[in-house]
Nanobody, 120 residues
Framework: VQLQASGGGLVQAGGSLRLSCAAS????????MGWYRQAPGKQRELVAA???????NYADSVKGRFTISRDNPENTVFLQMNSLKPEDTAVYYC???????????????WGQGTQVTVSS
């Protein structure tokens, strides 16, 4: 299973970016999909996660600014980021909890990370 993230870049404060992450490979089912971020010198933190049914959870720091969504048939998760702030600067990683067959257990897979830089 591979996760390919895209959509990062450089944006001014107040701007928007949309991240995408597509899962591919041997996939029987995907439960949770999510986005984490890691800023220099800081621990990786949860940004947002979404269940297969659409229930979502957000970090307090991004509530009201970021929206997570997913396209289940395409095994893709998105993160719409609006009103970006310099403190949102980080490498953003996607993940997915995947079963590769009916009898397999759930395993968490990670994407390669995409850089988001917000200038003041």
């Amino acid at each position: 299973v591979q996760l390919q993230a895209s959509g990062g870049g450089l944006v001014q404060a107040g701007g928007s970016l949309r991240l995408s992450c597509a899962a591919s490979g041997r996939i029987f089912g995907i439960n949770l999909m999510g986005w984490y971020r890691q800023a220099p010198g800081k621990q990786r933190e949860l940004v947002a996660a979404i269940a297969s049914g659409g229930s979502a959870n957000y970090a307090d720091s991004v509530k009201g600014r970021f929206t997570i969504s997913r396209d289940n048939p395409e095994n893709t998760v998105f993160l719409q980021m609006n009103s970006l702030k310099p403190e949102d600067t980080a490498v953003y990683y996607c993940n997915a909890d995947v079963k590769t067959s009916l009898w397999a257990t759930w395993s968490r897979y990670w994407g390669q990370g995409t850089q988001v830089t917000v200038s003041s």
